[in-house]
């Protein structure tokens, strides 16, 4: 009884962090279906008691495959589960985390802090490191690790480079290093769009403001709206 009572409790903690508060700024990017890798992205903020779009759609691509569920802040669903490797985007609700870059400073009129990467930043691919899924300055011959992202190397598309806040209980093969990035060609699990794109959401996102992150196919973000009080959609890209 005691343990059917956890799980319950659990279950409603979880669904109401999936519903926004209302004081957040909200990222949605939508395709027409699970296996697409290209979607459309808006910006929402609170106005009153209804939401706002902010500037027009922007086209996006999500990983090769398309969508696969994965681990944020929303309840468990059934369907397709995000693994390591598997070339698709993490579909979900999701906090946004540190924006990092290649260039010294970031982009003119971005207010939220910035973190240059060099050449010993690293995101940790191997699920058998106590490191998984984190980004981390390479110190000398660490071993703790036999795969990683080498930052530095991942150019243009690490130019500006947004940490999306998937599987952040670094669960092994869960998948791993999720971000919002440039350079609008299909990714690794990644989405990603033009440098132009980047920049105006960088410019729009304040500091100490939650910022949220939404990726669904359409049908999904439909059935889930009422229940996670997501914002409407406006009229997608074709």
């Known amino acids: 009884m005691l343990k059917k009572c956890v799980i319950i409790l659990l279950v409603g903690c979880s669904a109401l962090l999936a519903q926004l508060r209302g004081d957040e700024k909200v990222i949605v990017t939508v395709s027409k279906e ?38 944020g802040v929303h309840p468990g669903q059934e369907g397709l589960q995000k ?53 981390v300055e390479k110190k000398g011959d660490d071993s703790s690790w036999t795969s990683a992202e080498h930052m530095v190397r991942a150019n243009p598309d690490y130019k500006y480079v947004l940490l999306v806040e998937h599987n952040r ?23 990603s769009m033009d440098e132009e794109a980047m920049v105006r959401l960088l410019r729009w996102l304040e500091p100490g403001r939650r910022t949220v992150l939404v990726q669904l196919p359409e ?7 009422q229940e996670w009080s997501l914002p409407p959609l406006p009229e997608m890209n074709p």
Not at 35 to 57: H, K, M, Q, T, Y
Not at 171 to 191: A, K, Q, R, Y
């Open 34 to 71: 699970w296996d697409s890798n290209e979607a459309s992205l808006f910006l929402f903020e609170r106005s009153g008691d209804s939401w706002r779009p902010v500037g027009e759609a922007i086209p996006v691509h999500y990983g090769e495959k398309g969508l696969a569920w994965g681990n």
């Open 83 to 135: 693994e390591e490797g598997d070339k698709r985007s993490p579909a979900g609700m999701f906090t946004v985390g540190a924006l990092y870059g290649l260039e010294e400073r970031p982009p003119e009129g971005v207010r939220v802090p910035y973190r240059r990467i060099t050449g010993e930043t690293r995101c940790i691919d191997d699920g058998d490191s106590p490191l998984y899924n984190q980004v």
């Open 169 to 191: 209980g670094n669960v092994p093969g869960n998948g791993s290093c999720i971000f919002l990035h440039i350079n609008n060609v299909p990714t690794s699990g990644c989405t």
């Open 219 to 225: 049908p999904e973000y439909r059935r889930l709206q």
